[in-house]
């Protein structure tokens, strides 16, 4: 199946490993324009390397405003537009209620909601002007069932779950599809930080891989999602209980 994607420009936000790289290799396989950026200098240099086609790469913080409004002013002018931004960030630290304090409540808010907040209001009027684009959040099984010891993510992807749903609404007239993405239990660092062993939880018996993740993202971003919008899917191998 052609997917329509190539000469597309993607932004892949928090893409120098784990699943965002998994999306952006996706991306570029498919023959989409990249911009990628991460806050590791090294490994953003070696995530580049391996994509093959035309490319912005910078270290940006997505917490800081102005650090993301310069990027896609960046990426404007070197492609001319944005037809594809998948928000990306990693996850607060696992901690039960009684653990947190204001501070690490603040500092999850701005890691996962804020992040997708600049990321939309500085993409959503390019998309809308150009009358097609897809924004695609990457939150967390989470939002469907909420994770014992992982309250910050918890609440704060569930507020970028709200938020998706109402961007959906608000962009749908202008042909910019707004999803989120709700990654299980998959093979990448995070997973190793948590020290958790779920395969016996996971009715397939395995964690995913970031590739298999990937697959689903690269779908939403492409002509072929045209009537997929406002949805949370999840990627966890029937992890997820809820009807």
Known sequence: MDLGLKDRVAIVAASSKG???AVA????????????CA???????RTSAEIPTELVAQCIDVTVEAQVRAFIGDV???????????????????KKFAATSADDWRAALDLNFMSTLYLAQAVLPHMQERRWGRFIAISSIAVLQPVDGLILSNAARSAVRGLVKSLSNEYAPFNVLVNNVCPGYTATERLKKLDVHPEMQIP?????????FANLV????SERSSYITGVSIPVDGGWTRAL
Do not use: H, Y
């Open 19 to 21: 699943l965002g790289k």
């Open 25 to 36: 290799l996706g991306l570029a396989a498919e023959g989409a324009k990249l911009a990628i």
């Open 204 to 212: 397939m018996g395995r964690v995913g891989t970031p590739e298999e």
């Open 76 to 94: 404007v002018r070197k492609f001319g537009r944005i037809d594809i931004c998948v928000a990306n960030a990693g996850g607060p630290p696992a």
């Open 39 to 45: 806050r590791g200098k090294q490994e953003l240099e």
């Open 218 to 221: 690269v779908f939403l971003a």
